[in-house]
């Protein structure tokens, strides 16, 4: 027992020093001490961090914690400071007070999101925004979430609200692993022999003669279906190709984020939202269904402009800067509210577009680049309905050239508000200042759209 304390308290310094998760994860299974406890005991104590199990009581699976979910926040939720948003953490906890806005920057949001509702301002020109219309309601009982009280199902598919977790989504135990420079995805099988998995796959390594890289985010594979609940329909798409930065948790009040999105994420989505995005019924038009995924490219043409002038997808992203305003360039046009797939699987391709802060700033240029469901969603939560990563429910975001809020003058500052204060608006927008919008923004699905 002596000797697995050592271990343990090696790996979680080695974790905490390399500013990500990936010292421990390592791409793969992890050590199994980690997350489970063989008899919830270490040094005579109880070791379950969070669910108050007593020594020799385990958890369900062995778990440190009560659930799947409780057992990764164990590590990936944290009290940081706000404004010091930290590596690897997804969700501030405690949870804060209302008033006072989640910590954690992360691409994919912070849960803590979930525990926000806020109120419908007078005169408002917002949806009822309750937390559990921020993100994915994951089950943490550790952590005070709780499953989806409307969505008893998942959008567009079968898979029920009350035993979403983590590993919904992120396979622990992944035997899914990048093979090749170009993001060929292979498996371990019993009597299949794979290369084995050195590293992560997340932040630009890649496969090796004598050894393969996770796959992103160690996102469930191919017939994926976790061990704590009997999906009904078990995954039939491989996890998509990105890379992201290893500093991807920070503020974006100077600059982007970006991750580089390669391809599949709508595919990999669709998952468990498998007719949200029903390519027979899309393309016959007989929906008003949102395109999403490798073929619904930026080449597209959309409407005529103002003036007359045709112009494709990618064209629009590329000239829109703002409300009223087309004058961008292609060089300088991405925005990680809006971020698009490029299409291709190659990871040095990705990894040189990957920053924060140092990212590539270009928009579409190959004609390969598509829209996807996180080019308008977050995967986690955020503090807008649907998970969507701006205030998709009233006509503008910005209000006389400042973020709205509850606590400004009564009018239209309030009404647009979406029940929020100022501070935790612009939270909600990764702390951008509002002047790099148009006095009064109207929503950025004008990225694509230009109707402003």
Known sequence: MKASKIVLAAALFSLGAAGNALAFHDGGVAYCDGCHTMHNSSGNKAVAKKGGSTQFQGMAYL???????????????????????????????????????PTERTPGGDFAWLTQSYPVPTGSHSASSPGERHGHNIVAADFGLVADT?????????????NLSCASCHDPHSRARVIDTNGTIAYSKLGQATLPINGSGSYGATATATDAVGVYRLLGGANYSQMSYSNPLAFNADPPVAVAPSTYNRSEGLSDTRVSYGKGMS?????????????NTNAANTALIHPAGNTALLTASANDLNGGTTATIAGIYNAYKKSGDLTGTQATSYTSLVPFEEGTGVIATLASHAGAGTGSTAGPITGSENVMCLSCHRAHATG?????????????????????????????????????????????????????????QRSLCNKCHAKD
């Not at 990764?72 to 008033?99: E, F, Q, R, V, W």
């Not at 595919?267 to 390519?279: L, M, P, V, Y």
């Open 150 to 162: 409307t969505l008893l199902t998942a959008p567009g598919g079968s898979y029920a609200a009350a």
């Open 384 to 440: 807008f309905n649907s998970m969507t990563r701006w205030n998709n429910t009233s006509e503008f975001i910005t209000v006389a050239g400042a973020w709205p809020g509850t606590d400004q003058a009564a009018g239209p500052a309030v009404s647009y508000s979406n029940g929020m204060n100022q501070a935790t608006y612009q939270a909600a927008m990764y702390d951008r200042p509002a002047t790099q919008y148009a006095y009064d």
């Open 63 to 101: 778990l440190q914690g009560s659930d799947d979910s409780s057992t990764c926040l164990n590590c990936h939720g944290a009290a940081d400071a706000p404004g010091k948003p930290s590596s690897y953490h997804i969700m501030t906890y405690p949870a804060p007070a209302l008033g006072t806005p």
């Open 267 to 279: 595919e990999w989505c669709a998952n468990c939202h498998r007719t949200i995005h029903d390519g």
